[in-house]
């Protein structure tokens, strides 16, 4: 089955800088890769999701690069803010196989 | 905008005991899945659910579980006799079709004493 691997599992960042995570997936058949946002207490959210025909997508502050042939994607995240504090998940899946996610990223962004 | 929607939020139980949690997706959703998180740890696959039927489970999901769409808005996970490390937020999604991300609830606390 899918495999996703998460890094790093924690970022620091100061407000208005740039944060990074990047995840890695093991089934090559994958071909759907969303980003969840989860605050304190509550579900994940997705935030934005890339597909296997795209190399990248920009949703303002957020934008996510896909790499089918190294089978790894990236969430950006610019110009951070406090509010973007929370943990991160990356997931991937294919079609009717079942979505599978990273360990997550717990962002601090310090005012 | 439509919400997945767990109840109860938080439930304590005896080791032994069964529970039931329960999940209304969004109406027009037709795959429904279950996930768990132990604290702090990552959003673990459990199980989806597809036309009435369970379309694939994980190594977690063994037979102390189960579920069911026992009428056209509920979907609910079944736990026979909770173990202490059955302690874990359980989170219910649901999606309207393979080219569409999943919605989840804010999941059900659920802690075995």
């Known amino acids: 089955g899918e495999n996703v691997e998460q890094h790093p599992s924690t970022l620091s960042v100061q407000e208005g800088d740039s944060a990074v995570i990047k995840c890695t997936y093991s089934?090559?058949?994958?071909?759907?890769f969303p980003w969840y946002k989860q605050e304190l207490g509550k579900g994940p959210q997705l935030i934005i999701d890339i597909r296997s025909n795209v190399g990248e997508k920009k949703d303002q502050r957020i934008a996510v690069t896909l790499n089918k042939t190294a089978k790894h994607f990236s969430l950006h995240i610019t110009e951070t803010q406090p509010e973007d504090s929370a943990v991160y998940f990356c997931?991937?899946?294919?079609?009717?196989?079942?979505?599978?996610f990273g360990a997550g990223t717990r962002l601090t962004v310090k005012p | 905008e439509p919400e997945v929607t767990q109840t109860p939020s938080h439930q304590v139980t005896q080791m032994g005991q069964e529970v039931i949690l329960r999940c209304v997706p969004i109406?027009?959703?037709?795959?429904f899945y279950w996930y768990r998180q132990i604290l702090g740890q990552k959003v673990e696959f459990l199980v989806s659910f597809y036309n009435n039927e369970i379309s694939e489970k994980s190594e977690i999901f063994d037979d102390q579980f189960s579920v069911e769409r026992p009428d056209g808005s509920n979907f609910t996970l079944k736990i026979r006799s909770t173990k202490l490390e059955d302690s874990a937020m359980y989170f219910c999604?649901?999606?309207?079709?393979?080219?569409?991300?999943?919605?989840f609830g804010s999941g059900t606390r659920l802690t075995v004493v």
């Open positions: 997931a991937a899946s294919h079609n009717n196989n079942d979505m599978r």
């Open positions: 109406s027009n959703h037709l795959y």
């Open positions: 999604a649901s999606r309207q079709g393979v080219n569409y991300g999943y919605t």
């Open positions: 089934d090559s058949a994958s071909n759907y």
